[in-house]
């Protein structure tokens, strides 16, 4: 109760507040677990380009009047196995083809957006997608961001293994008699569920935060791949619910001028990352040898 | 003037933190053909880096004629070449002559000879034109040998330029080495782990182990007793189907007499 | 299509063309697109704190970009995670997105740090553009060379003696330039696509760097230029036809490559 009692009044009750934390949670779980699994991958830049594609679907489920969720996901589906689908034999060749797509995505949702603003029904759209709409979020999105959430931890608790040996070495999966081919479609998947749901939080443009910092921060505190995931879930979890707290607070702090909550979560989340290694760093992870 | 291409008197050299090479000592001769011999981590590189002064030195001197970037041509260990960069053969020689200068290279013809001259020096007149990274790795090697030669320098260095290479290759490289040594007087240096494709070609050889180095002609350095002594425990080199096998015997064997120690196996 | 008001938005996009085509050139062979791409959005909050102080831009945004550049350079702008560039940029993003959150027009202002206002473009900042564009294309001849040489081989550049880390990070200082440059005109959307598009598909059209170079130039030209007449005609936003044409000039290298491919092993 002392806890909560620093809470401002009505916080929990309201309902706005309740959609963000649960989408919020849900967004940084999904992203830590898929954010482990894309650094090892070294594919930092092909996440972010996801969510400039990614975009580009939210725009056009907008037009159409639709709720973003849905478009968010499709972009990032259609980007992900549009980028799976070209050969690529080095990895800076992976990241202009990331580069190629994010300039397509962030050019399709201009022809949109500019669709949209233009013909006057929805001047915010522009700010909705880009940076997100946690407070503004409609009452039934609860069960589709819920669904999201459930799916990815299914297929993370199903694959967790394949899905690491992939990352680390492609050929040991093979040798084992697994797929690395259906391992990246199911990383795929997963990254496009992270990148839909906190495109919704953070908007299109910040979700890389969401997707890169909690798990960078991870790394540099355990080198289990289980305790990083684990960890990269509570650091987001913090950083989302804290950030929604403090532009709930922020209102007060800058006479009635709230700080946008994406800005409160990266600002969180960038902190952590700066922060935390260098204090806990030897604490948590075991020193190398030699 | 410098009787010697290269001097290396008592080098110690560390790689973070770890001493690598403690008191290598030997020299070459201008026009030979050397082979620097030795196992993965036995500091070859380390050496090579070290003599390209881009590693300075705990203790020790190098010393002679071939010092400074401008009388060096080095071939590195690996160069991963994308087949997507727009470089053909021809220009990564031209590299070589001037790539080290800023501003844009207008036409010369002093350098448009030179890097023809070279890649005939290299038997790559057939692949001049073709895109680097669709050239095989014996072709590439012959490539990046002409880019190290085209500023003509005195001494030539070579870090693991066979490995990798299928046997015709191999064969083709060494024998464009050994040609260049004779014929324009430059020193070759050459780095591997395996002494067999060079043997017979080398005019001098060094072999790095445990920290240390011998250094003479082939018939002198491998021998039973001389690595025996360096390694600091009994080494076999036997001689089958006319290759060199050099064996460790492991540590509990005494250090075998100095006698002549190739056995023939055949 | 070339009434007055037009004129300037020709003649700045044409400028941007010719600087993004050839840095972009190098992006692409350096493998540097995530640095291309954090440097612009990176300046956000120097365009955005312009905006709130309602002073010109140019200086804010070149501190924000040459600060992103040299970031990049200390923490290796080829590192494997690329984690730094991320947190760098979404840093940047969210800074410029609190910044922004005192604006009223809040949603105009965020269109127009990815997509520009090419059509407001005043005499002052045609000249400002030209005056940078001119420093670049200078900068980008003089590094011409080592520039080759170190994408080629760090190891070569550095046993030329030349400082291949400072070349490093002077090119991605050159990249910040041209992004301010372009940033209030074009938006960070549009020269990122104008970066990476035309130049990827020139390095597989020919083998020569130099020629692969021009043609970045002019594929980068036909773009913008094809962008202004569609944007004049039927009124496509110019940012939506440099992006779509980025997809298309891949697209086209890998088909021409491909092509090549298949003719030559006949």
């Known amino acids: ?290 | 003037m410098d009787q010697d291409a290269l001097r290396v008197d008592g080098l110690f050299l560390s790689r973070s933190g770890r001493t690598v090479l403690s008191g290598v000592s030997f020299a070459l001769a201008p026009g030979s053909f050397c082979g620097l011999i030795g196992v993965n981590g036995s500091g070859k590189t380390t050496l090579i880096r070290a003599l390209l002064g881009l590693l300075p030195a705990d203790a020790g001197g190098i010393e002679g004629a071939a010092r400074g970037h401008r009388a060096l041509g080095y071939v590195p260990q690996k160069i991963d070449a994308d087949p997507y960069m727009p470089l053909r053969a021809r220009d990564v020689v031209a590299l070589g002559f001037d790539g080290h200068r800023y501003g844009l290279p207008l036409p010369s013809r002093r350098r448009r000879d030179r890097v023809a001259a070279m890649l005939a020096a290299v038997g790559a007149d057939a692949f001049a034109d073709r895109r680097l990274g669709d050239l095989s790795g014996g072709q590439q090697q012959r490539i990046f040998i002409a880019h190290a030669l085209v500023r003509e320098p005195q001494l030539l260095l070579l870090d693991e330029p066979l490995a990798n290479l299928d046997m015709p290759s191999i064969a083709g490289i060494v024998s464009v080495l050994k040609r260049i040594a004779r014929e324009s007087g430059v020193t070759v240096l050459i780095s591997s782990h395996d002494v067999n494709p060079l043997v017979g070609a080398l005019d001098r050889v060094i072999y790095l182990a445990g920290g240390g180095a011998v250094s003479g002609r082939p018939d002198e350095v491998l021998r039973s007793g001389v690595l025996s002594r360096l390694y600091g425990h009994h080494i076999d080199v036997l001689r089958v189907h006319g290759r060199l096998v050099i064996v460790p015997a492991g540590e509990t064997h005494p250090i075998a007499p100095d006698e002549p120690h190739v056995e023939r196996l055949e | 299509m070339f009434a007055d008001y037009m004129i300037n938005a020709w003649i700045a996009t044409s400028l941007v063309a010719v600087a993004a085509g050839m840095v972009g050139f190098f992006v692409v062979v350096r493998g540097a697109a995530f640095a291309a791409h954090a440097l612009p959005l990176g300046a956000f909050p120097g365009l955005a704190a312009a905006w709130l102080l309602g002073i010109a831009p140019w200086s804010l945004i070149l501190a924000f970009a040459g600060l992103g550049a040299f970031g990049l350079a200390r923490s290796g702008e080829k590192a494997p995670h690329h984690t730094a560039t991320a947190l760098w940029l979404v840093s940047m993003l969210a800074l410029g997105n609190l910044l922004l959150s005192r604006m009223h027009a809040y949603s105009n202002a965020v269109f127009a740090v990815l997509f520009g206002e090419v059509l407001g473009v005043s005499n002052t900042q045609v000249l400002a553009v030209a005056a940078i564009v001119a420093v670049t294309v200078i900068a980008m001849a003089l590094l011409y060379r080592p520039l080759l040489l170190s994408t080629l081989s760090p190891d070569l550049a550095a046993a030329a003696a030349l400082p291949e880390r400072r070349i490093a990070t002077l090119f991605l200082l050159i990249v910040a330039l041209v992004t301010s440059a372009a940033l209030p005109l074009v938006g960070a959307s549009i020269v990122f696509s104008l970066m990476v598009g035309p130049a990827s598909a020139a390095r597989l059209m020919t083998d020569r760097p130099g020629w692969a170079l021009g043609l970045s130039v002019l594929l980068a030209l036909s773009t913008v230029w094809s962008a202004l007449a569609l944007a004049y005609e039927a009124d496509w936003p110019i940012g939506a036809f440099v992006g779509v044409m980025g997809a298309v000039w891949y697209g086209v290298g890998r088909i021409v490559r491909w092509q090549s491919g298949r003719l030559r092993r006949g």
């Open chain 1, 1 to 290: 109760m002392t806890l909560l009692s620093f809470l401002p009044a009505g916080f929990l009750d309201s309902g706005p507040v309740q959609r963000a934390l649960v989408t919020g949670a849900v967004a940084a779980v999904i992203s830590a677990i898929a954010g482990v699994l894309t650094l090892i991958r070294g594919q930092s830049f092909a996440g972010h380009a996801l969510t400039d594609v990614s975009a580009a679907g939210g725009a056009a489920a907008v037009l159409f009047g639709a709720g973003p969720l849905a478009g968010f996901l499709a972009g990032a589906l259609v980007g992900g196995f549009g980028m799976e689908t070209v050969e690529l034999r080095r990895r800076s060749e992976r990241d202009l083809v990331a580069g190629i797509m994010l300039g397509l995505g962030l050019g399709v949702s201009a022809l949109i957006l500019g669709r949209i603003v233009s013909s006057g029904s929805n001047g915010g759209a522009p700010v909705t997608i880009l940076f997100g709409s946690l407070f503004i979020l409609p009452p039934g999105v609860i069960l589709p961001v819920s669904i999201c959430g459930a799916v990815a931890v299914v297929l993370a608790a199903l694959f967790t293994r394949p899905l690491l040996l992939a990352a680390l070495d492609p050929d040991l999966l093979t040798v084992q008699g697994g797929s690395p081919r259906l391992m990246r479609l199911v990383h795929l998947t997963m990254l496009a569920l992270a990148v839909a749901v906190s495109s919704l939080t953070v908007g299109a443009i910040l979700s890389t935060a969401f997707l890169i910092g909690p798990a960078a921060t991870a790394t540099r505190l355990s080198a289990r791949p289980g305790r990083t995931m684990a960890l990269a879930a509570i650091l987001g979890l913090i950083a989302g619910w804290g950030g929604i707290l403090m532009s709930y607070k922020s209102y007060d702090w800058t006479d009635g001028h709230a700080w946008p909550v994406s800005f409160c979560i990266v600002a969180l989340i960038v902190a952590a990352h700066l922060l935390l290694p260098p204090v806990f760093g030897r604490l948590l992870k075991p020193r190398q040898k030699g």
